[in-house]
């Protein structure tokens, strides 16, 4: 399934060896040797009580995750298991309205279904140092996901998408699963890879990657008494049906595309 059909979205797209950026403001070293603990498994990263202070306006405006094809911002495992038909299809795309969204638009050629896993690493610290100043409160995360009916075969297979939060330490904040699957149900490889069939939240079809009118915009809210100073991991699997049938690739089969935004983290 091609959706790259503008030639300034395929140029936005181009897929690099080392994905994500640095921050402008934080320990981009410090993160960076955080971030390969946490790819493992999320690691408990130290963190200090330190008094809180007011913040000023300025130092509270929203953080912008990371784009995707920005060095040291993202660790993408593409495909994190199983094999794919191709990897092209699965890259950032970046349109005038939507702005920039990492796509799944490939098949899984495996016999069991393929995932994608996409992490990045933000950190909070009670001043200016880090990503996310504790000092300005509550903060709500937001991303945006999206999806495109696929356009060959006729057989539409739905893939799923898991969004995590962890704490420093290591603990969920927040999980929300979505998928195409009109009926809500979501097959989802875990943590522990095994496959989980969960309810998921329907992702509606938009006519194009440009397409704002559709999709679902989630929104976590981070209570105070949830933040503590540490790394924060954002951890993204993308779970793609198989089209290998009696161990034969059917291409009558074909996966929906679905996508999400970096996050973005506002004070409340």
Excluded at 11 to 23: I, L, M, V
Excluded at 199 to 205: L, R
Excluded at 226 to 243: A, K, R
């Amino acid at each position: 399934m091609t959706i790259f059909d503008n030639p300034s979205n395929a140029h936005a797209a181009k897929e690099t060896a080392a994905n994500g950026r640095a921050h402008t403001r934080g320990a981009i070293s410090r993160r960076n040797l955080t971030r390969g603990m946490l790819w493992a498994a999320p690691a408990v990263v130290a963190s200090t009580a330190v008094p809180a202070f007011a913040a000023s306006g300025d130092d509270c405006k929203p953080v912008k995750g990371p784009d995707f094809n920005q060095v040291g911002g993202w660790m993408i495992a593409n495909p994190a298991s199983g094999a794919l038909q191709s990897r092209a299809g699965n890259r950032p795309v970046t349109a005038p309205e939507t702005g920039q969204a990492w796509w799944s638009t490939e098949n899984a050629v495996s016999p069991n279904p393929a995932t994608i896993r996409l992490m990045s690493v933000y950190e909070a610290t009670r001043g200016t140092d880090g990503d996310l100043n504790l000092n300005c409160g509550e903060f709500v995360m937001t991303f945006n996901v999206s999806a495109l009916e696929a356009t060959r075969g006729t057989t539409h297979l739905h893939p799923s998408m898991d969004i995590y939060l962890f704490s420093p330490q290591g603990e969920i904040i927040s999980r929300q699963v979505f998928t195409t699957d009109p009926s809500g149900k979501a097959t989802v490889m875990t943590r522990n890879n095994t496959l989980q069939t969960v309810t998921g939240q329907v992702v509606p079809f938009a006519s194009s990657v440009n397409d704002p009118a559709t999709g679902i915009s989630a929104r976590v809210p981070l209570r105070g008494e949830q933040l503590e100073e540490g790394m924060y991991q954002f951890d993204v699997v993308i779970t793609i049906p198989t089209i290998r049938v009696n161990g034969k690739l059917d291409t009558n089969r074909q996966v929906n595309a679905i996508a999400f935004t970096p996050p973005t983290f506002s004070v409340a």
